[in-house]
């Protein structure tokens, strides 16, 4: 995994100028002009800053609702997932990509990280069983999706006229492609 430590923390004041520079065109969405026009699709995706699905999507900012973690994981999204259902959203994306993290770093090498570098690494005790499951170890991008694609589809808490679709971007090319029903074998 490359290291990231000589990418500088930006400054406070500068997100504040950055932020400053955004206000003066801001245009406020609040009570019915937003919360009756909540979208009713939402990208489940990586937290990786690569990936950014309304630029590569060519999406508007109320397009879709975009749902964020390590690898896009929605095993561990559920609560968002249920409250996204209760704002309209009725089409899950779940959309993976070609050069994740969870290919290159397993949970045991996340939980000897934290062990060497916490304040105090007894903690991640609490947590060791969640961490440990993290990473693809040597899963196809495929059967990434799949997997999370099933997940979704078998779960007694998805609403029954939510569609769940899986989708793979190409780190190399940028290109997206939709995993077709056939290829998910859907089966639920």
Known sequence: ??????????????????????????????????????PHNAVITCMDSRINPHEQLGLGVNDTAIIRNGGGAVAELVTTILAAQEFGVRHFMVLKHTDCGGFHLQGSEII???????????????????????GFGSATIEEVVLSDVEFLRKSPLIFEETEISGW?????????????????????
């Open 112 to 134: 000897e990280h934290f062990k060497t570098r916490a304040k105090d690494p007894k903690a991640i005790d609490e947590v060791i069983a969640r961490v440990k499951e993290f």
């Open 168 to 188: 793979v971007l190409d780190d190399t090319t940028g290109k997206v492609c939709e995993w077709l029903e056939e290829q998910l074998e859907k089966e639920y």
């Open 1 to 38: 995994m490359p290291s990231y430590q000589n990418t500088p923390a930006i400054p406070s004041q500068e997100l504040l100028d950055r932020n400053a520079k955004y206000a003066e065109n801001h245009k406020p969405k609040l009570g019915d002009d937003h919360w009756g026009h909540i």
